[in-house]
Structure formats: C-alpha cells, structure tokens
C-alpha cells in the first residue's frame, strides 16, 4: 500500500483564519480524498480530487469552505477557511490501493479551533 | 442513502476472551464492505475487504465475516495489543462508478491483562 503523510499533524488556530493541510503521497494515485473525523462521529467524506480536473464535494460541503487544489498526481491540499469551533476535528485523506477499491488512509490532521 | 450502525459501542475483555463486533448496513447494492483498525491519534489501517454474502477473510486473531444486511469480526483470544477501535465502511455500486465509504462510528475494544 501507498506510504501517505499530512502536513500539519495537528494545529490550534483561531476562528476566522484559515488552514491548508498538505497530504503526500509516495506513489501516483488518480484520486484522493479527504474525510472529516468528527469527535465522537464517523468519517464522512468530504471530496474526491483528480489531479487536472475540479474537486467533487459530497452534500453538505462546499468548495468556497474547503478548497481542494491537486496539482500533480501525489499531492493534494485542503484548506478550511474561516473556522469556527464547529470545524474542530481530524481532517484525513486517503489512496486507492492497487486494487482501485480498497482505500488506505494518512495519519490525519488534528485541528482544533479556539 | 447508505447507512451503517455498528455495536457495541465499546467492549472490554479480558485477554483471551473471544468475542464478535457487528456491522449492520443498508446500502442500495453493495460493491464492498471494509473493515479498519484505528489506534488513538492515527488513520485508520485497512484490515479486510468483503464483497458478498457468505464470504470469509481471517488474519491472525480476526474474522470478518459477510451476510446480506450484516458483518461480524470475530476476535480469537484477543490480546491487549488488539486493543483500538475498529471501523466498519461500506461502498455502494453507484451508476458511473463512486468511491465514497460510509463509515460506522466504530466499536472501542479493550482488552485487559
């Protein structure tokens, strides 16, 4: 399976401000995704991203709150803009394995809004 | 829409104490159901995939077994190294293709010397 890494591993920011986490992938991957961890809740998807096309947002998320760039085929970026506490969570993006259906997941970013 | 209910909550044995997790799932067709293991302050680490009822997948002192609406993941003399939360997901065959997982909120297993 793929060796994935994210960038910041956690953060404390306030709210208003921005955040983009950086995901790295050691091989080259069509799609990556980014899910949100939620205390006490489960993954939920957030977006697909392919790399020379626009991200696809899942209901309940929107570009203008969790811009997505891809510009090469091992790196992606999400950044949450102006935060509130609400967005308190661990943010994780994941692969595709080989397989094209089982998907391996990052370390994730632990971020924490004051 | 795609749901998964998975119980308990949280499970506390004792080692050597076998015992099963179960994923209940509604999905309009299912193209694969995935268990992961996930530690305090990590990802989730990919344990097994299921495609259809009746199949069985074993790795050390786990089962994953498949049923038309359910999976169990039978722990075997559970060690507390096995200790974690375990994630059930499920992918839905989706006119066009889709790769979205709907997760469970997971089971927190403990196990105690």
């Known amino acids: 399976s793929a060796v994935i890494s994210q960038k910041p591993s956690r953060d404390i920011c306030q709210r208003g401000t921005s955040l983009t986490i950086q995901c790295q992938v050691d091989s080259q991957v069509t799609m990556m995704f980014w899910y949100r961890q939620q205390p006490g809740q489960s993954l939920t998807l957030i977006a697909t991203?392919?790399?020379?096309?626009?991200?696809?947002?899942e209901s309940g998320f929107v570009i203008d709150k969790f811009p997505i760039s891809r510009p090469n085929l091992t790196f992606s970026t999400l950044t949450v803009s102006n935060m509130s506490p609400e967005d308190s969570s661990i943010y994780l993006c994941?692969?595709?394995?080989?397989?094209?259906?089982?998907?391996?997941f990052g370390p994730g970013t632990r971020l924490l809004v004051l | 829409e795609d749901q998964v209910t998975q119980s308990p909550e949280a499970l506390r044995l004792q080692e050597g104490e076998s015992s099963s997790l179960n994923c209940s799932y509604t999905?309009?067709?299912?193209?694969?159901l995935f268990w992961y293991r996930q530690d305090p302050g990590k990802g989730p680490e990919f344990l097994f995939t299921l495609y259809s009822a009746g199949e069985e997948k074993e790795k050390e002192r786990l089962k994953a077994t498949l049923t038309k609406k359910e999976s169990f993941l039978h722990i075997t003399a559970p060690k507390p190294e096995d200790s974690a939360t375990y994630l059930c997901a499920v992918q839905a065959i989706l006119t066009g293709g889709g790769n979205k997982l709907t997760f469970g909120t997971g089971t927190q297993l403990k196990v105690e010397l």
């Open positions: 991203a392919n790399q020379g096309s626009e991200a696809t947002y």
């Open positions: 994941s692969v595709h394995g080989q397989d094209q259906e089982t998907q391996y």
């Open positions: 999905v309009s067709g299912l193209r694969g």
